[in-house]
């Protein structure tokens, strides 16, 4: 068995770059134990190559390099356990929170799929509902600091000069285990149309669909579902925007 290694060697055997173990050198993570001053030239002693093994497992455990540096440099036995215990858990809130962005990503990509098909562009339309609910966040000022805007289908509710925004569970099962308030669009008939363009012109669309109303009784309110916006596509004149203004004197409405 060879007693030194070539930087070169080393790199070879470990399936890394040799610029990486330079620059293990420069923050003396990895010394080697001989370097010409001239040349630059690097030896390894054949038991640093189970401080690199270290290296490796350490940051396949999501270890930064400031702290494996710490970490190789105080090992103990309880220090290792306590490290390494304290590393798992972040590994698995991480892990939480990575799986909790998978499932905002699904349901972003089934509410696209559910409602791009039907997408009718010339007419307006009635279509009734059963109960829908959201998570209500409330103000435009309180919307970018809301985890859920960026988790859920965006609802945005107008009612004269005031606009409220929700964040709508298309798949809401009922229980009381989320945190922001559950709020329920009552079951009835609306009368629909989609808007397609900048969110500053949604209202000349709203005030066409009123104009469609044939005589229905229509509320002083509507709600607006964004199908494709920023979060999806970066020409705001593509934006798709599906408006329901609630039909009060429709049979089938919930009061």
């Known amino acids: 068995m060879k007693d030194f290694f070539t930087i070169g060697e080393l790199a070879t055997l470990f399936g890394v770059d040799v610029q990486t173990l330079r620059y293990y050198d420069s923050i003396g993570l990895l010394v080697p134990v001989h370097r010409d001053a001239k ?8 038991d640093q190559i189970y401080q690199v093994a270290s290296i490796r497992y350490l940051k396949r455990l999501g270890y930064s390099l400031e702290q494996i540096k710490k970490y190789l440099d105080s090992r ?3 220090h290792t356990i306590e490290q390494l215990k304290d590393q798992s858990l972040l590994l698995r809130r991480r892990y939480n929170e990575l799986m909790e962005i998978d ?3 699904q349901r972003k990509l089934e509410f696209i799929k559910q409602q791009l098909p039907s997408v009718d562009l010339a007419h307006v339309m009635v279509k009734t509902f059963s109960d829908r609910y959201y998570l209500n966040i409330g103000s435009e000022e309180s919307l970018y600091g809301s985890d859920v805007f960026y988790f859920h289908p965006t609802l945005v509710f107008y009612q004269g000069k005031e606009k409220r925004f929700g964040a709508f569970l298309f798949e809401y099962q ?7 308030e559950v709020m329920r669009i ?5 009368l ?3 808007h397609q363009g900048p969110y500053e012109l949604i209202g000349e669309t709203t005030e066409r669909i009123r104009l469609q109303a044939n005589g229905r009784l229509l509320a002083d309110w509507e709600v607006n579902f964004n199908i494709l916006d920023q979060f ?3 020409d705001n004149t593509r934006f798709i925007t599906e408006i329901q203004i609630p039909i009060l004197d429709d049979p089938h ?3």
């Open 232 to 234: 999806v596509e970066r």
């Open 192 to 194: 629909c149309a989609y």
């Open 174 to 180: 009922g229980g009381s285990h989320l945190q922001t």
């Open 76 to 78: 103990t036995l309880d």
């Open 39 to 46: 040349t630059g030239y690097r030896l390894y002693k054949f």
């Open 103 to 105: 499932s905002a990503i």
């Open 186 to 190: 009552k079951a009835g008939s609306f």
């Open 253 to 255: 409405l919930e009061i």
